[in-house]
């Protein structure tokens, strides 16, 4: 592509900015769950915030089971939550992007996502859905339901298709 006026820069920031729709303010929200679309959605998002000059935040959701206290020590899931949060911010790293990671603990992910949204005045978040081919395709899980029904932005949903070994 040759760009004759204006810089590549300029039609980059212009493009992250649209993508926010008509937000002046607010950064962007990046669910970490663990799946294979993570890398995608963080550099994703990493690229639209930094085009528009905004901040990502990187989040994880820890689902606290209603047999423990909320706040009780999950180390094994904390640990896993730590590694898929270090290598989503190396990614950040790379791309020049400012970012921020957090993980929470909560009983329900979808409640604790749009939270975050709110809280940080996300003017977008990002989250993948993997289809799995075992259940109906009508039917997003209940965190994707949620974050869609309930969120105080625009939320991009990126999914994968269904492999094409399990489509008969």
């Known amino acids: 592509m040759v760009h004759l006026w204006g810089s590549k820069t300029r039609e980059e ?8 729709g008509e937000c002046e303010a607010g950064d962007i929200a990046v669910v970490i769950s663990g ?3 993570d890398t995608n959605l963080v550099y994703l998002g990493c690229q ?13 959701v820890i689902e606290v089971p209603r047999a423990l206290p909320l706040k009780a020590v999950l180390t094994q ?14 990614i950040a790293e790379r791309v020049g992007c400012a970012a921020v990671a957090e993980i929470v603990q909560a009983r329900d992910a979808g409640p604790a996502i749009v939270d975050e949204a ?3 005045n996300c003017a977008l978040l990002l989250i993948g859905l993997i289809r799995n081919p075992n259940k ?6 209940k965190t994707v339901s949620y974050v869609l029904a309930n969120s105080p932005c625009r939320v991009w949903l990126v999914q994968d298709p269904v492999p094409a070994a399990a489509v008969h």
């Open 13 to 20: 920031t212009e493009i992250s900015k649209s993508a926010l």
């Open 77 to 90: 899931e904390s640990e896993q939550a730590d590694q898929m949060l270090n290598t989503a911010m190396g």
């Open 48 to 60: 639209m915030a930094k085009g528009a000059k905004r901040k990502v935040h990187l989040v994880h």
């Open 136 to 141: 109906s395709q009508s039917e997003l899980n």
């Open 35 to 37: 799946d294979k679309l």
């Open 118 to 120: 709110r809280d940080h």
